[in-house]
């Protein structure tokens, strides 16, 4: 790759996506981030890209919008549900972003003559039944929520004509403004939160492989200034930790009290089968293969580094105030898209002497 490209993104405003656009601009690349609507264009010009209309999911929109100036095409978009049961349908959804996003976008990339493709794509499809570590050797062992992420990977590897084709494979995102995350510290603060345990007492723990959304982005873009060929699939994570121990250090940070422990099965009729097997299957993995590949380092090493910066953004943007009796209080009323790009905003400005 030369030293600046034009980088398309696909998932620009999602919280992957918009650090995407600002890691890649700060770097010096030309950004083009797809958009749907006017709130998701003025995000992208806010960080100093350039917005299109169009969706994955509408091929003609995408063979407009990629055109013979983007070098490298990024597939971040998931419409991953956030919802406490997520149904059928909803899942339905997220494997059309992935598997028809993924055939359109490649056909975008192709005809605009790009010459780099990477996709965003989930460790946990080759989690083993068995919970050992495993690595992009390992035997894929996909369930209904991740197949089409693996259909979306071999899609990679069988259509993609002279294009290089990568797949970054992500651990759990955890980060200040992702659903997920604020719904674990507004269920802790509030003792909703569960800590949901394997077998039949709920005592076996699962170790997840987690990533900071910062870490994310920052291994795109060393994925998009790689020299020479870059393909392949890569696991990009930071950390292990069972959840009791991510759910722990976050209600400790919170000042809230240690979250219960229930087996799995128990709360299944209220969050789902998925939900349940997420939770309480391990996915242990490294990210050796990537740093070695292409010398990234994650900023947020451990999940005890990345907790702490969460709290503190809540309490920075207002999602989380502190009572008079020393605790804190979720208040979780701003929107957290457009406090993430507010606090970046205000990072970026001089100083002012006074």
């Known amino acids: 790759m030369s030293d600046t490209v034009t980088v398309f993104v696909a ?13 890649l601009v700060d770097r010096g690349h030309d950004v083009i981030g797809l958009v749907r609507d006017d709130a998701g264009a003025e995000l992208v010009r806010r960080l100093d890209g350039e917005p299109r209309r169009g969706d994955v999911l509408e091929r003609e929109s995408l063979l407009e919008a990629v055109d013979e100036t983007v070098d490298v095409v990024i597939h971040a978009a998931t419409a991953i549900p956030t919802g406490g049961k997520p149904s059928a349908d909803d899942w339905a959804r997220n494997d059309r972003v992935r598997l028809e996003g993924t055939r359109n976008l490649l056909t975008a990339a192709e005809a605009a003559d790009a010459g780099r493709f990477l996709l965003q794509s989930i460790v946990w499809v080759a989690r083993q039944p068995d919970g050992r570590p495993f690595d992009e050797r390992s035997e894929p062992h996909p369930d209904r929520t991740t197949r089409s992420a693996l259909e979306a990977e071999r899609l990679l590897e069988t259509s993609a004509g002279e294009l290089e084709t990568c797949t970054l494979r992500c651990g759990w995102f955890y980060s200040h403004d992702s659903a997920q995350t604020r719904q674990f510290g507004e269920q802790l603060l509030d003792r909703k939160l569960p800590v949901l345990g394997g077998g039949l007492l709920g005592r076996r723990d699962a170790t997840l492989s987690v990533l900071h959304a910062d870490d994310a982005a920052s291994a795109f873009v060393a994925a998009t200034e790689g020299e020479g060929s870059v393909t392949g699939t890569y696991h990009v994570v930071d950390d292990r930790v069972t959840l009791a121990a991510f759910a722990r250090t976050l209600a400790e940070r919170l000042s809230a009290p240690e979250p219960r422990r229930l087996p799995g099965w128990l ?24 740093r070695d590949a292409f010398d990234w380092e994650p900023a947020v090493p451990t999940s005890e580094d990345g907790i702490e910066r969460v709290v503190d953004r809540w309490l920075e943007d207002g999602t989380i105030r502190e009572l008079p009796d020393g605790g804190l209080e979720w208040v979780g009323d701003r929107n957290p898209r457009q406090a993430w790009i507010e606090n970046r905003e205000s990072a970026r400005s001089p100083a002012v002497d006074r």
Do not use: H, I, W, Y
């Open 267 to 290: 709360v299944r009729p209220l969050v789902g089968r998925d939900t349940v097997r997420f939770l309480t299957s391990s996915m242990p993995t490294t990210n050796e293969r990537f």
């Open 11 to 23: 998932g620009s405003t999602g919280v992957l996506g918009r650090r995407l656009v600002a890691g």
